[in-house]
């Protein structure tokens, strides 16, 4: 199985600029897609296709990627992005999930 | 408005049985094709079964961790999928999440139901 790695934590402060980073042990192409999950809430989709904005997601969020390593960057940060983000890719089968990155707004 | 209604969790003894049902609406749901992921107690996401529809001859798809044992359906009269789990293990024990996306073979996941619980536990 294709495994995604991500750093397990962040904490920065408002109005700075954050990158979350999500590796790959093999390439996925372009089939990645990234997902804010907020405590208690089910998992909602930012970005698809590495660099696609879902609709109705802030501007402030964007993807970037390909092959095995992959970025989600949210510039400015703001106090509601407190979240757990994760990836996941289906260029390889089965489609796997990265651990998740558990961001902190100082 | 897409919704998507997981119902039929619970508290299961290792070795026993419980069937989920989504409920949808909102989307034309004989054309979807669904997907079940759940997320375990360590909140790790993990894609359990798929089902393509009529015109893929509802293809289905497992996870090699509930292959034989999860059975995963749907009844487009009733806009409703369902997954069948047999033989439950203690490392079941997670969130199950009926999820569907609008980009089809992109498998990304734009629409999630709100999750139910499946503990297995003696």
């Known amino acids: 199985d294709t495994v995604l790695t991500q750093s397990p934590a962040l904490a920065v402060s408002p109005g700075e600029r954050v990158t979350i980073s999500c590796r790959a042990s093999e390439s996925v192409s372009t089939l990645m897609h990234w997902y804010q999950q907020k405590p208690g809430q089910q998992p909602t989709l930012l970005i698809y296709?590495?660099?696609n904005l879902e609709s109705g997601v802030p501007a402030r969020f964007s993807g970037s990627g390909s092959g095995t390593d992959f970025t989600l960057t949210i510039d400015p940060v703001e106090a509601d992005d407190t979240a757990t983000y994760y990836c996941?890719?289906?260029?390889?089968?089965?489609?796997?999930f990265g651990s998740g990155t558990k961001l902190e707004i100082k | 408005e897409v919704q998507l209604v997981e119902t039929g969790g619970g508290l299961v003894q290792p070795g026993k049985s419980l069937k989920l049902t989504c409920a949808t609406s909102g989307f034309t749901f004989s054309n979807a094709w669904m997907h079940w992921v759940r997320q375990s107690p360590e909140k790790q996401l993990e894609w359990v079964a798929q089902i393509k529809a009529k015109s893929n001859n509802y293809a289905t798809y497992y996870a090699e961790s509930v292959k034989g044992r999860f059975t995963i359906s749907r009844d487009d009269s009733k806009s409703s999928v369902y997954l069948q789990m047999n033989s439950l293990k203690e490392e079941d024990t997670a969130i199950y999440y009926c999820?569907?996306?609008?980009?089809?073979?992109?498998?990304?996941?734009?629409?999630w139901g709100q999750g139910v619980m499946v503990t297995v536990s003696s």
């Open positions: 996941q890719q289906s260029w390889n089968d089965p489609l796997t």
């Open positions: 296709l590495a660099s």
């Open positions: 999820t569907w996306g609008t980009m089809g073979i992109t498998m990304a996941f734009d629409y």
